[in-house]
């Protein structure tokens, strides 16, 4: 399971570099997404995939799956999730204000140095 | 001992931000808690630091929760001393935003972003615990992404979308590393990992993932070769902004770099170290020849920047007491001037219209006390004897000789020369010589403005003439960092 789950985890971050090197911003704030999607089954395989138990440790005590990295992940999407939602309207505005949503034609527009 | 006094720094700005969006449509009842709420923060950050000066580590555990399962927050310190200068500016960049900032801006949450701005960068300077550190990096750069594009202006536009996603790329990545850290020790605790991490099998994979925080922190920190985002990115918001994040955020990046290479990743020190020395050489050069072809003012003042983090990396790199406490020195002496610049480059701005020195001249005819004050400044950067750079240099060549590591003595001279001889070349096309035409605003009062950029001046100058009393607090700072196992205990231990 670990193998097959960083090979996923390898194409993911192939993926969304190529789409980050790109020059249109939709194809970039995509290859962001697919990063942190990368990143975040990084996080949960690192803890190592176990199953069959409950993030919870009982009295009785018995096997307990460790509950750090889920809780992680969680904060992590959740702070992706505002990240991304920013970068597409931020994208959007860009567009709508310099008229073009590539980011080779955004050069030398006004006072850049 | 756990005490509540620890979250002050964060609880503060959060408490305010909350109100201030309630008082939306009320500018000035916004603008009137801002300024108190900055001024708290402020007498509270002096009150933490006078309490951790007799070397006491004031410690928080979040719901008593004792580390390492719960989030612990420790100020030592050096956090005290930051989270003073972090103050010390809220303080003077909010005196300078309400005199300047326009309406538009003030009506669409200005205030409360700039006090989320601050809940993030007093977290990440307090906070023990390595995850927490990743929130609370978030919520500082989330609040500089909206703060740097605020308005729409073309060019913020443009900057704005590279800086977003530079940093979320560098954040995936600062993920990666927290998740192999976390398979090595299986904690997330500074001070747990400090103790866990000598003791995993794979030593190589902790260098790893050092290299992994270096890359992260390299990237905030814009050392050589990551720094390519900063100049333009930097140069486009309205002064008060810039001036904030020239002083603060980069700092910000050098501190985590001091606090992990001091107290988790010491266990190769001969690699790790030796590599953020050569860095931080690097970025002092460049930094600094990169700007003798500039001529926007603004510019070149985004160039010092990375070229003084240089300073602070290499003092890090060559990882002695007396070379660290000069890295921490010249960290806080920056913070003030780099700022006091940025403020004196705005006003400039504002009583010209341009940033482009070749457009301006003679200034010092018509606003003497700008161009005094500036001239100060830029002395205390270049390392004038008085002043508080000179100090701060003194200190890391001073530790270059003990190491007998001369290639730093070279850099510092070196680089503190050209450093100079920019300087001098602002003052002398901006301020010196024939008046040119200026901006014709003959109602306009550019001393209401000034005392902004007076304040940081004469901190400046407090730091050089007190330098001794300085020098205490940093001596004891980077002596708590190069002896952490007083940490490690500290935080572990002292609940028992």
Redesign the interface.
């Given at each position: 399971m670990e193998v097959m789950m960083s090979i996923l985890i390898g194409m993911l971050f192939a993926g969304g570099i190529y789409m980050?090197l790109s020059q249109t911003?939709l194809r970039?704030v995509f290859g962001?997404s697919l990063?942190?999607h990368?990143?975040?089954l990084?996080?949960i395989?690192?803890?190592?995939l176990k199953r069959g138990a409950a993030p919870i440790l009982t009295a009785a005590g018995g096997p307990y799956v460790?509950p750090?990295?889920q809780a992680?992940i969680l904060?992590?999407i959740v702070?992706g999730f505002?990240?991304t939602a920013?970068?597409i309207v931020?994208?959007y505005?860009?567009y709508q204000?310099?008229g073009t949503d590539n980011?080779e034609k955004?050069r030398g527009?006004?006072?850049?140095? | 001992m756990s005490t509540n006094l620890v979250i002050g720094p964060v609880m503060i700005p959060l408490a305010t931000a909350i109100v201030l969006i309630i008082f939306n449509r009320r500018l000035l009842a916004q603008k009137i808690i801002s300024v108190i709420s900055v001024l708290a923060t402020l007498i509270y950050a002096c009150n933490l630091l006078y309490r951790v000066s007799d070397g006491t580590i004031l410690l928080f555990y979040a719901s008593n929760w004792v580390p390492p399962f719960g989030i612990a927050m420790v100020i030592d310190m050096l956090s005290a001393l930051m989270v003073t200068a972090s103050a010390i500016l809220g303080f003077v960049c909010m005196i300078y935003s309400l005199s300047t900032m326009d309406e538009g801006r003030l009506k669409n949450f200005y205030l409360p972003l700039y006090q989320m701005f601050f809940v993030g960068i007093n977290g990440s300077l307090i906070t023990g615990d390595i995850f927490n550190l990743f929130v609370f990096f978030e919520i500082m750069l989330m609040s500089s992404y909206v703060l740097l594009v605020l308005g729409s202006d073309r060019g913020q536009l443009r900057e704005g979308f590279k800086y977003l996603i530079i940093n979320i790329v560098s954040s995936s990545f600062f993920l990666v590393a927290l998740g192999v850290v976390y398979s090595l020790a299986g904690t997330m605790n500074m001070a747990d990992l400090a103790v866990k991490l000598p003791q995993a099998a794979n030593q190589g994979l902790v260098t790893m993932s050092a290299m992994l925080f270096l890359l992260v922190f390299g990237v905030k920190a814009a050392i050589f070769p990551l720094y390519f985002w900063l100049p333009n990115s930097y140069h486009q918001p309205p002064p008060a902004i810039s001036a904030i994040f020239g002083g603060l955020l980069t700092k910000v990046g050098v501190y985590v770099l001091i606090r992990i290479f001091t107290l988790i990743f010491i266990g190769d020190v001969a690699f790790t170290h030796s590599i953020l020395f050569v860095l931080g050489v690097l970025t002092m050069i460049f930094g600094v020849v990169i700007t003798i072809s500039q001529t926007d003012f603004r510019l070149i003042l985004s160039y010092h920047i990375i070229s003084q983090v240089g300073y602070m990396v290499m003092g890090l790199g060559m990882f002695s007491v007396l070379s660290v406490a000069g890295a921490i020195f010249h960290m806080l002496h920056n913070i003030i001037v780099k700022t006091g610049l940025f403020l004196a480059s705005g006003i400039t701005q504002e009583v010209t219209g341009t940033t482009d020195l070749h457009k301006m001249g003679g200034l010092l005819h018509r606003y003497p006390w700008l161009g005094w004050t500036f001239f100060i400044t830029a002395m205390a950067l270049a390392g004038v004897p008085p002043l508080s750079g000179f100090f701060s240099k003194f200190m890391l060549i001073q530790a270059g000789a003990e190491l007998g590591n001369y290639y730093s003595i070279a850099a510092v001279l070196g680089v503190g020369f050209l450093t100079m001889f920019s300087m001098i070349k602002i003052f002398l096309y901006a301020f010196w010589g024939e008046e040119k035409p200026v901006l014709d605003r003959p109602n306009f009062d550019y001393k209401k403005i000034m005392p902004a950029s007076l304040i940081l001046c004469g901190i400046s100058v407090c730091i050089g003439l007190g330098a001794s009393y300085v020098c205490d607090f940093v001596m004891l700072a980077a002596e708590q960092l190069m002896n952490p196992q007083l940490y490690i205990d500290t935080v572990l231990f002292a609940f028992i």
């Amino acid at each position: 399971m670990e193998v097959m789950m960083s090979i996923l985890i390898g194409m993911l971050f192939a993926g969304g570099i190529y789409m980050v090197l790109s020059q249109t911003m939709l194809r970039i704030v995509f290859g962001t997404s697919l990063l942190s999607h990368a990143t975040l089954l990084l996080l949960i395989t690192m803890g190592e995939l176990k199953r069959g138990a409950a993030p919870i440790l009982t009295a009785a005590g018995g096997p307990y799956v460790d509950p750090l990295p889920q809780a992680l992940i969680l904060t992590a999407i959740v702070i992706g999730f505002g990240t991304t939602a920013f970068s597409i309207v931020l994208a959007y505005q860009t567009y709508q204000t310099l008229g073009t949503d590539n980011l080779e034609k955004c050069r030398g527009i006004d006072d850049e140095h | 001992m756990s005490t509540n006094l620890v979250i002050g720094p964060v609880m503060i700005p959060l408490a305010t931000a909350i109100v201030l969006i309630i008082f939306n449509r009320r500018l000035l009842a916004q603008k009137i808690i801002s300024v108190i709420s900055v001024l708290a923060t402020l007498i509270y950050a002096c009150n933490l630091l006078y309490r951790v000066s007799d070397g006491t580590i004031l410690l928080f555990y979040a719901s008593n929760w004792v580390p390492p399962f719960g989030i612990a927050m420790v100020i030592d310190m050096l956090s005290a001393l930051m989270v003073t200068a972090s103050a010390i500016l809220g303080f003077v960049c909010m005196i300078y935003s309400l005199s300047t900032m326009d309406e538009g801006r003030l009506k669409n949450f200005y205030l409360p972003l700039y006090q989320m701005f601050f809940v993030g960068i007093n977290g990440s300077l307090i906070t023990g615990d390595i995850f927490n550190l990743f929130v609370f990096f978030e919520i500082m750069l989330m609040s500089s992404y909206v703060l740097l594009v605020l308005g729409s202006d073309r060019g913020q536009l443009r900057e704005g979308f590279k800086y977003l996603i530079i940093n979320i790329v560098s954040s995936s990545f600062f993920l990666v590393a927290l998740g192999v850290v976390y398979s090595l020790a299986g904690t997330m605790n500074m001070a747990d990992l400090a103790v866990k991490l000598p003791q995993a099998a794979n030593q190589g994979l902790v260098t790893m993932s050092a290299m992994l925080f270096l890359l992260v922190f390299g990237v905030k920190a814009a050392i050589f070769p990551l720094y390519f985002w900063l100049p333009n990115s930097y140069h486009q918001p309205p002064p008060a902004i810039s001036a904030i994040f020239g002083g603060l955020l980069t700092k910000v990046g050098v501190y985590v770099l001091i606090r992990i290479f001091t107290l988790i990743f010491i266990g190769d020190v001969a690699f790790t170290h030796s590599i953020l020395f050569v860095l931080g050489v690097l970025t002092m050069i460049f930094g600094v020849v990169i700007t003798i072809s500039q001529t926007d003012f603004r510019l070149i003042l985004s160039y010092h920047i990375i070229s003084q983090v240089g300073y602070m990396v290499m003092g890090l790199g060559m990882f002695s007491v007396l070379s660290v406490a000069g890295a921490i020195f010249h960290m806080l002496h920056n913070i003030i001037v780099k700022t006091g610049l940025f403020l004196a480059s705005g006003i400039t701005q504002e009583v010209t219209g341009t940033t482009d020195l070749h457009k301006m001249g003679g200034l010092l005819h018509r606003y003497p006390w700008l161009g005094w004050t500036f001239f100060i400044t830029a002395m205390a950067l270049a390392g004038v004897p008085p002043l508080s750079g000179f100090f701060s240099k003194f200190m890391l060549i001073q530790a270059g000789a003990e190491l007998g590591n001369y290639y730093s003595i070279a850099a510092v001279l070196g680089v503190g020369f050209l450093t100079m001889f920019s300087m001098i070349k602002i003052f002398l096309y901006a301020f010196w010589g024939e008046e040119k035409p200026v901006l014709d605003r003959p109602n306009f009062d550019y001393k209401k403005i000034m005392p902004a950029s007076l304040i940081l001046c004469g901190i400046s100058v407090c730091i050089g003439l007190g330098a001794s009393y300085v020098c205490d607090f940093v001596m004891l700072a980077a002596e708590q960092l190069m002896n952490p196992q007083l940490y490690i205990d500290t935080v572990l231990f002292a609940f028992i």
